[in-house]
């Protein structure tokens, strides 16, 4: 018991959340680099035949250097072992990236310092803040030039509602970026050089040391001493309740690109998250410490490998130890079953694991049996964790493939894409699935299924893009509620999803209006629970 106590209090479960290009797979890799699980960084956007960041696996992603999906990565780090969801990084992306964040205990916000807060990173720190998770903020780019700190921490606080805490403060920008001053430690981390793909070397030194007044120009000097003055005169308290309650944000300033911030920032943020926390489950709060194995998914993702043309389905471990082999219970069919073949993931490189523990992700070989947020337990001590929301796609377009003779294809890759979540399909009640509606958030993602329809199915396929704008899962019983007597809009359509929820398609906010106001009962929700 006390090896188990052990082994999930040294776990570190976070997320990377940002706009597109603030240089989030950038600080993933270079975390990597820190824990030694890669010996030299590939530049995410490099020249071709250049590297590609090791967290980017499609195809699709290594041609325009954005994440489309949520990749997972293990390392080790000073006794820690550290599970990183990094996130879609696209903005049309969002809600794989809140399921990535359901599995997550805290998320590491990246900021570009001379853009500040953008739309993205307000679309997903409101997803931390529904939940409370603890949110930490790396402003990158400080080898650039780059907005005034104190403005930019007024910029976190204005557009987020969130108080924030300078950890470190920056000495300078762009070619004259130096280093940083750490509060905490009342020094100065003086950078040496830059090398993009190694550890940078580091000096550090007391703010009174003579040798730092000699290291910076005078200016800058100066500017340092001024702001520590201010700093320390804010009379602002580092409250670690407060982080870890999602109401104080830890800012850091650094380069992800040069190495510079980058460790002292590790270093910090692991000591200031929380170990694996507490899940909410039918039968109560579910403690990562107690010894039952219970985990659930959030993700799953299909061809990883294009010589097995698998599925892989993603768990977080929520409570005990998993066991490679053990016998679990699948809740939602009721089937007790074998998890042979746990693996943990690098990109593309794959390990088979013999144990993992509470705040662990594991992926699971899924033969077609695990849908997003089901409950995988211990069978003599079931649970069943609250569901992942499904959230209202705002794009549609009927789907159909070229080539009549690949419908058993397309069938099954439509299928596959959609059980991952990264699409949404609807069809007409009663009707086959020669042609089908397909819901997203944003345009990439029809892009993205042309593309593995095409390369991993070797279907192509048609797409007519509806007039349809908003979608509602209609929640009335089927006994007692007749869908087809509705009195609807002309242009209101009515459909059902994979699992044969009943839906609705409307062009326009008026139409919903009309719909709830001429059928009397009529009750509508805009996302459904994958419970």
Wanted: net charge negative; glycine share 8%.
């Amino acid at each position: 018991m006390a090896d188990l106590k052990k082994e999930i209090e040294n776990r570190r479960t976070f997320a990377i959340i940002s706009h597109p290009d603030a240089g989030k797979t950038t600080i993933t890799e270079k975390f990597l680099l820190y824990g030694g699980a890669i010996q030299e960084a590939g530049m995410v956007k490099g020249k071709k035949n250049s590297r590609h960041a090791v967290s980017d696996w499609m195809e699709i992603e290594k041609q325009r250097g954005i994440s489309v999906t949520s990749s997972v990565l293990q390392f080790r780090y000073e006794g820690k072992c550290i599970n990183i969801l990094d996130t879609p990084g696209h903005q049309d992306f969002s809600e794989d990236t809140y399921r990535t964040l359901m599995a997550a205990d805290a998320a590491v916000m990246v900021i570009d310092a001379s853009k500040g807060v953008e739309a993205q990173t307000r679309k997903l720190f409101k997803v931390c803040a529904m939940r409370g998770v603890p949110i930490f903020t790396f402003i990158n780019k400080m080898d650039r030039e780059a907005r005034d700190p104190y403005e930019l921490l007024e910029d976190i606080e204005n557009e987020l509602g969130i108080g924030t805490y300078a950890v470190n403060w920056p000495i300078g920008s762009g070619k004259r970026f130096k280093g940083v001053y750490d509060r905490m430690d009342d020094e100065v981390i003086a950078f040496e050089g830059a090398d993009f793909r190694h550890e940078v070397k580091a000096q550090r030194l007391s703010i009174d040391d003579p040798i730092l007044e000699g290291l910076l120009p005078e200016d800058q000097y100066q500017t340092l001493i001024d702001d520590v003055e201010l700093l320390s005169g804010a009379g602002d308290e580092f409250d670690l309740k407060a982080v870890h309650e999602g109401r104080l944000s830890p800012v850091f300033f650094g380069s992800a690109l040069t190495n510079f911030g980058v460790e002292p920032f590790l270093k910090k943020f692991l000591q200031m998250t929380p170990p694996p926390t507490a899940r909410t489950a039918d039968i109560g709060v579910i403690d990562p410490f107690d010894p039952h194995f219970s985990a659930f998914v959030f993700k799953i993702q299909a061809n990883m490998n294009k010589a097995h043309r698998d599925r892989v389905a993603f768990m977080r471990i929520c409570s005990g130890k998993f066991e490679r082999g053990q016998e679990v219970l699948h809740v939602q069919s009721g089937k007790k079953m074998s998890l042979a073949a746990p693996q943990q993931l690098m990109a593309q490189d794959r390990s088979i694991v013999d144990e993992a523990y509470a705040g662990d992700i594991i992926g699971i070989f899924d033969p077609g049996v695990f849908s997003i947020g089901d409950t995988v337990c211990d069978p003599k001590h079931k649970c069943v964790f609250s569901g992942i929301p499904t959230f209202a796609p705002e794009l549609f377009a009927v789907v159909r493939q070229k080539d009549t003779l690949k419908r058993k294809q397309f069938v099954k890759g439509v299928e596959q894409i959609a059980q991952e979540g990264a699409i949404q399909i609807f069809r007409e009640p009663n009707a086959g699935m020669e042609s089908v509606i397909v819901g997203v958030v944003g345009v990439l993602q029809f892009e993205v299924l042309e593309y593995r329809l095409k390369n991993e199915y070797n279907v192509e396929i048609i797409r007519e893009n509806l007039p349809y704008e908003h979608v509602r899962w209609v929640e009335n019983d089927e006994e007692d509620f007749d869908v087809k007597r509705l009195q609807l809009t002309s242009d209101t359509k009515i459909v059902e999803d994979l699992k044969g929820n009943t839906l609705l398609l409307f062009t326009s906010p008026w139409n919903i209006t009309y719909a709830t106001d001429h059928n009397e009962g009529l009750r509508l929700a805009e996302f459904s629970e994958n419970a």
